[in-house]
């Protein structure tokens, strides 16, 4: 069974950080790109960043220079450090897990960790 578990949302303020973590299991690590995409209510879903395991990185726009993507093989996890958040970053976050990198429909998607950022 594959899973994808996301930890470390919460609430934060403006400004403030937090760090998402993904533990992946059920698939072969290294044969994945594992990311973040992000859905609030109302609004299209957005891939905000990905990671290959040849350490290459993708971010949005929207993220680019605030958001750093991890990746650990050995513990298979993937985390998201997000720094300088804003009110425009609330949403729920799900980890993300496909061979070809496409981030906004992949393979596999966790169930996804509520992110909430008051100004």
């Known amino acids: 069974e594959v899973q994808l578990v996301e930890s470390g949302g919460g609430l934060v303020q403006a400004g403030g950080s937090l760090r998402l973590s993904c533990a992946v299991s059920?698939?072969?690590?290294?044969?994945?790109?594992i990311g973040w995409l992000r859905q609030a209510p109302g609004k299209a879903r957005e891939g905000i960043s990905i990671?290959?395991?040849?350490?290459?990185?993708y971010y949005t726009d929207a993220v680019r220079g605030r958001f750093i993507i991890f990746r650990n093989g050995h513990e298979k996890m993937v985390s998201l450090q997000m720094n300088d958040l804003t009110p425009e970053d609330t949403s729920t976050y799900y980890c993300a897990a496909d061979p070809a990198r496409k981030i906004v429909r992949p393979e596999y998607w966790g169930q996804g960790t509520q992110v909430t950022v008051s100004s």
């Open positions: 059920g698939i072969t690590f290294k044969d994945y790109a």
């Open positions: 990671i290959s395991s040849d350490g290459s990185t």
